[in-house]
């Protein structure tokens, strides 16, 4: 039945091959006469270009004094963003208002694919739907479009399917082909098949099991957040005013004075940061508030009906080994129909995603179920000897798809597959649903639809070609040059390349002398991660108005490893409260927000729930007296506790030497009670949980243990920060 199901898709698959070659060419010839058409306007558009961007309080004042913008888009996330630089970019005055941060939305919290959908194309080409095909053809136009113009901040990734039948090795190829052919001369690179050999040769923690073989192909990937900055960041410099943490908290209305029906001419907005309000006027204002639609919506017309419908999606972030360093992998199609993968994304890797009906919230949560789900599933792709631990979970986070039901149509229950534009009876222009890569078409939707209703001057949209933010002066080997012009570390100077672009001078200008032979400049917020201190001070120029603004989005160590995060927190804490003048009050407020958000909202809590939870200490006799012994050899006096003091004293007869507020912090892990010590039962507690590999990296349990080694052999011993196995 399933071999049948196959012939007759690679049989459709061929046809529709053929026919789809000509469907590609019309639309190949289409999107080559709208970049003629672009390049021609470029000369047109005089929005004036900012090299230095105006300030938070600069903006808010022009939001404040303008007496009408054209169009005023509410949401600052990757759909909210791109409204406004179309609208900028077609000389339209521009506001755009975000309620939090740039892209604190789902759009930070995406599996960074910049795709055209592969699933889609296969029930395409299945259903031979017409409509689902363009929508592939117009991603895969977008993914190109979005490589072009932010090549810094995004890259081809090769995805590798791995095949487990026989019969599944043709569909598949024909299918994979397909996605090639349909992307036309936009094709990332072409696609192949590998043998077992070769795939377990690239991929060799994937299961062998079965494996008859693989199929590679390729799609994009970026750094969603500072994708979303990106797009904000060059809409202001083409002139729109745009403010974070700006709350628009109801619309404006007036009567239209040859009808006499009320319609939108503003909002008020209330700036989130000193509580003050105040009114943007605005002929046109667009509703871009991703999952949360329907409060706008609802300011509008109160008793208009909810379209959104959404759908909560959980990630884990595991370390880099689980995956190779430039290949991801990717299953389609599991057994009961969901799609799992795990990515390769800033040395680490993603492996998601579940996908549960939720409540629109906008500090969603991931639990401690979905974290396991996704570890069990990532299992049944390795290899039985590479062992996947609950302690390998470095950060986790929830994202809230909004899912949206067509109000244009009758049928309104049925999720509408891609986005919706809608114009209220009052004008309000709402863009919802639709996907992280489609962005910038969705936006010239939008942008036409606006103009339109609202009799707007403005030409064509001028989006596609457009560089972004950094995106100009970028180079591949730019990196090279801020090793050699400002003597940064490699790793550091190809961060920041691959992070600021062009701009990466003026961040490595601002970094401070580390005062050693090497790196000359540049010091790090923590050792294991590229990140520099004066990417804080550079993050406030972007916008950044909190701590957590930098832990999440400019930098995106709270994504990569909470632990981290939390460590790099008091430092960019301090540095922030010296440039934004800070009281202590402040400080210390900032600093418990973050630490809230990493528990919240990036997976620290489910972690150390691992902890805690843990009521019971399993484990044998034998262990138990052996990890009493090399408690004893801290806690020289047999208090049934250990203190820093006791491990620096060992610390020091090994000649090692750690920071006093590091050795807090290690301590700070395991002590449960939090009384200052680690009682004997805490330790054996912690060790139940490594044996059980609830718990790897504990910093306490790897530096007992190599302390152990130490005082046994009276040689010096290194001591690593992650790596379990203890
Ligand atoms: C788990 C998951 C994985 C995904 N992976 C991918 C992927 O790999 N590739 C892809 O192409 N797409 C992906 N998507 C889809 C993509 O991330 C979303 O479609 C996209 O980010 C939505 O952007 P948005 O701007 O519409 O919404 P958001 O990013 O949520 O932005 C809406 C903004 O509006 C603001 N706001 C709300 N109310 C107000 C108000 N009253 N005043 C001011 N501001 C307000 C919010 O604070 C928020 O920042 C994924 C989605 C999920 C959930």
Redesign the pocket.
């Known amino acids: 039945m399933a071999f049948r199901r196959a012939v007759k898709g690679t049989l459709i698959g061929g046809g529709a091959i053929a026919a789809a070659y000509g469907v590609s060419q019309v639309f190949e010839y289409r999107k080559h006469q709208a970049r003629l058409a672009y390049v021609e306007a470029e000369g047109q558009m005089n929005a004036p270009f900012m090299d230095a961007l105006p300030s938070r309080r600069e903006q808010l004042s022009t939001l404040r004094d303008t007496e009408e913008f054209d169009v005023l888009v509410?949401?600052?996330?990757?759909?909210?963003s791109g409204c406004a630089l179309d609208a900028v970019t077609r000389n339209l005055k521009t506001a755009l208002?975000?309620?939090?941060d740039f892209?604190?939305?789902?759009?930070s919290?995406?599996?960074?694919?910049?795709?055209g959908g592969v699933r889609y194309l296969q029930k395409a080409i299945m259903n031979l739907d017409y409509e689902q095909y363009m929508m592939v053809k117009e991603a895969l136009h977008e993914r190109s479009n979005l490589l072009d113009i932010a090549p810094h901040l995004s890259a081809p990734l090769p995805i590798m399917l791995p095949v487990y039948k026989w019969w599944q090795l043709p569909y598949y190829w024909a299918g994979i082909k397909m996605y090639d052919l349909v992307a036309g001369s936009q094709c990332l690179k072409s696609s192949y098949v590998l043998s077992k050999t070769k795939a377990l040769e690239l991929f060799p923690m994937l299961k062998k099991d079965k494996l008859v073989g693989a199929i590679v192909y390729y799609d994009g990937q970026h750094n969603?957040a500072r994708m979303n900055l990106a797009i904000a960041l060059t809409a202001a410099r083409y002139g729109a005013a745009v403010a974070n943490y700006?709350?628009?908290v109801h619309l404006l209305k007036k009567p239209d004075p040859q009808t006499g029906q009320e319609k939108i001419c503003g909002a008020r907005c209330r700036d989130v940061l000193t509580g003050q309000e105040f009114d943007v006027r605005a002929k046109c204002v667009i509703n871009?508030?991703?999952?949360?639609t329907d409060?706008?919506r609802k300011m509008d017309q109160q008793k208009t009906a909810n379209i959104c419908q959404p759908s909560?999606?959980v990630?884990i972030v595991i370390p880099g080994y689980y995956s190779p360093d430039n290949m991801g992998l990717l299953d389609p199609a599991t057994s009961d129909g969901r799609v799992i993968f795990f990515l390769p994304w800033e040395k680490m890797t993603i492996a998601?995603?579940t996908d549960t009906p939720t409540n629109v919230t906008?500090h969603p949560i991931p639990m401690e179920e979905d974290i396991n789900f996704i570890l069990s599933e990532v299992r049944n792709y390795l290899s039985p000897d590479v062992e996947v631990r609950r302690g390998d979970v470095l950060a986790a986070w929830s994202?809230?798809?909004?899912l949206v039901t067509d109000p244009n149509s009758k049928d309104t229950q049925s999720i509408c597959r891609n986005h919706i534009v809608n114009v209220s009876d009052s004008g309000l222009v709402t863009i919802?649903g639709?996907?992280?890569?489609?962005?910038r078409s969705m936006a010239e939707e939008t942008l036409d639809a606006a103009v339109k209703a609202h009799n707007l001057k403005a030409g064509p949209s001028r989006t596609v070609g457009l560089m972004l933010e950094g995106g100009k002066d970028w180079t591949p080997t730019l990196y090279i040059r801020l090793v050699q012009d400002y003597g940064l570390e490699n790793e550091v100077a190809q961060h920041l390349a691959a992070t600021y672009g062009g701009r990466a001078f003026e961040v490595a200008k601002m970094a401070q002398v580390t005062g050693k032979r090497w790196p000359i400049v540049g010091k790090r917020l923590v050792s294991e991660f590229p990140y520099i201190e004066s990417e804080v001070a550079y993050a406030i120029k972007e916008y950044a108005c909190t701590a957590i603004d930098v832990i999440a989005r400019r930098t995106r160590l709270g994504f990569l490893n909470v632990q981290a995060a939390d460590e790099a927190l008091p430092r960019i804490v301090e540095i922030m409260g010296k440039q934004l003048d800070w009281s202590e009050d402040k400080k210390k407020e900032e600093l418990e927000e973050a630490k809230r958000f990493l528990h919240q909202e990036m997976g620290y809590r489910a972690r150390s729930e691992q902890l805690t939870k843990m009521s019971e200490i399993s484990l044998t006799q034998q262990e138990i007296n052996r990890y009493k012994k090399r408690f004893y050899k801290f806690d020289k006096e047999s208090k049934g506790f250990i203190t820093t003091v006791d491990v620096q004293r060992v610390l020091e007869r090994l000649s090692i030497q750690i920071d006093e507020n590091a050795l807090h912090e290690i301590l700070n892990e395991v002590d449960l009670n939090k009384n200052g010590q680690v009682e004997l039962d805490e330790f054996l507690l912690l060790m139940s949980a490594v044996q059980k590999g609830q718990v790897s990296d504990s910093r306490l349990a790897i530096l007992m243990k190599a302390a152990e080694e130490g005082l046994d052999q009276r040689g010096p011993v290194s001591v690593d920060r992650s790596g379990g196995g203890v």
Do not use: M, N
Request: no cysteine; charged share 15%.
């Open positions: 509410v949401g600052g996330g990757a759909t909210g208002v975000e309620r939090s892209s604190s939305g789902t759009s919290r995406s599996t960074k694919l910049i795709h969603d700006t709350e628009v871009a508030t991703g999952p949360f409060s706008l909560a999606g990630h998601g995603t906008a994202g809230i798809r909004p919802a639709g996907k992280w890569t489609t962005y």
